[in-house]
């Protein structure tokens, strides 16, 4: 093993190496948030590379996005989202070789799978700078087993972290509750979206999308997001159903792809409705999508700050979303959307059909969203992120 004063960065004028470690780069928030950093935090100053690990045909994969923009990649096959010890043992060796060899400054994680291993491996290569941005804790979701364990697990590997990075201030005192770190390593890098794609989308594409999709006018509600458990697609289900028993001018949209977009495509089969609830897919061109919505909706059973929701506000869409993470920081009920804080689909029902059967409120609601989401421009994380690289790779020289 290198000494400790191997792996310092050099005082030469070369560029920082930065590595992200993510367990799949799919079409998603964390996944998009990692590409936008690797891609835009300074490249003069800063050489960025992503490790993840293979996608399934299902997800989306960013891949082709990312060669052509000549975005440096490692795939590690055995890194995967769910616990596996054998392939978890793989991954963690793969790493230590892969940043002992690539003598990375920086080591940035993202998600608590890939952040828990990848802060392991990185601190037994000795990284001078490792740290973890919290997209989301999910430190209330499964067992209490699970849940206890899990966040014994982030108390640990918290001791090998530079600086915990947050979207949302709900998140962080969702550490301080449950003792994840110290307050000397938190720091606010907040959200957001590339605004310009989606106030400037392409709006003859978006009228070829809703013939596509087989819409003619019928109102639209739907919702953009991996299809997981996070994102409750079966309550969505549930949701969409309600609906459709009071109306029979609606078609429910999921736009995204997960491990469990076959089984709710089969689902929707199965019930007779997968004309009017339909799961498209991974797509490239969420925002002409998102541009056919009257009503975006979120049922997620936790988030960190949903991007997908910025997305729908920059587009001029009421939302209606769970109260959950960093929502009550986004969003304000009655202005720019509805909250829903019970759990109980009934209550989206009544939201969605308010917003349906009103669309001055609609229009009002969304107008007041698209102000808000002026405030979430992905690059002012770009600009935090960077400043943030330069201050701790000064201090561990």
């Known amino acids: 093993m290198r000494s400790s004063n191997s792996m310092k960065p050099s005082s030469s004028n070369r560029r920082t190496k930065v590595c992200h470690i993510i367990a799949k780069m799919v079409y998603g928030g964390a996944s998009l948030g990692t590409l936008h950093l690797a891609e835009r935090v300074d490249p003069e100053r800063f050489h960025s590379t992503i490790i993840c690990g293979h996608q399934s045909e299902n997800e989306g994969e960013l891949f082709n996005i990312m060669q052509k923009r000549r975005v440096n990649v490692i795939v590690i096959p055995a890194m995967v989202r769910e616990i596996y010890p054998l392939k978890d043992f793989v991954t963690l060796m793969k790493l230590i070789a892969i940043i002992k060899k690539y003598r990375y400054d920086i080591v940035h994680v993202h998600g608590s799978k890939a952040g828990t291993i990848g802060r392991l491996a990185a601190a037994i290569a000795r990284v001078p700078v490792i740290l973890y941005t919290v997209h989301g804790w999910g430190l209330k979701a499964g067992t209490i087993v699970t849940r206890v364990l899990f966040r014994c697990i982030e108390r640990v590997v918290s001791h090998f972290t530079t600086r915990i990075l947050f979207q949302t ?39 070829a999308v809703r013939r596509e999709l087989g819409l003619a006018g019928q109102k639209v509600v739907g919702t953009v997001g991996r299809v997981s458990g996070q994102k409750n697609p079966v309550g969505f289900v549930d ?43 991974p797509r ?40 959950i993470g960093g929502i009550d920081e986004l969003i304000q009920d009655g202005e720019h959307g509805l909250i829903v804080s019970e759990d109980d689909p009934q209550i989206f029902v009544e939201k969605i059909c308010f917003l349906l059967e009103n669309p001055n409120i609609r229009q009002k609601m969304g107008g007041h969203g698209y102000v808000r989401s002026r405030d979430f421009d992905f690059g002012n994380v770009i600009k935090k992120t960077a400043t943030l690289y330069a201050q701790l790779i000064r201090k561990s020289v």
Do not use: T
């Not at 609606?250 to 977009?261: K, N």
């Open 284 to 323: 490239d061109d969420v925002a002409e999508i998102l541009a056919l919505f009257d009503v975006f909706i979120l049922p997620s059973l936790w988030e960190g700050m949903p991007r997908s929701v910025i997305e729908a506000m920059a587009l001029s869409k009421p939302v209606v979303v769970n109260r």
């Open 239 to 281: 949701i969409a159903q309600y609906v459709l028993k009071k109306r029979d001018d609606v078609v429910f949209i999921f736009v995204g792809g997960g491990e469990l977009l076959h089984e709710m495509r089969a689902l929707v089969k199965q019930m007779n409705c997968d004309d009017r609830i339909l799961f498209i897919g």
């Open 169 to 207: 201030h709900s998140d962080i005192n969702e550490a301080r509750v449950y003792e994840i770190g110290r307050e000397e390593q938190y720091v606010f890098i907040g959200n957001g979206i590339d605004l310009e794609r989606f106030i400037n989308y392409r709006r003859k594409h978006s009228l």
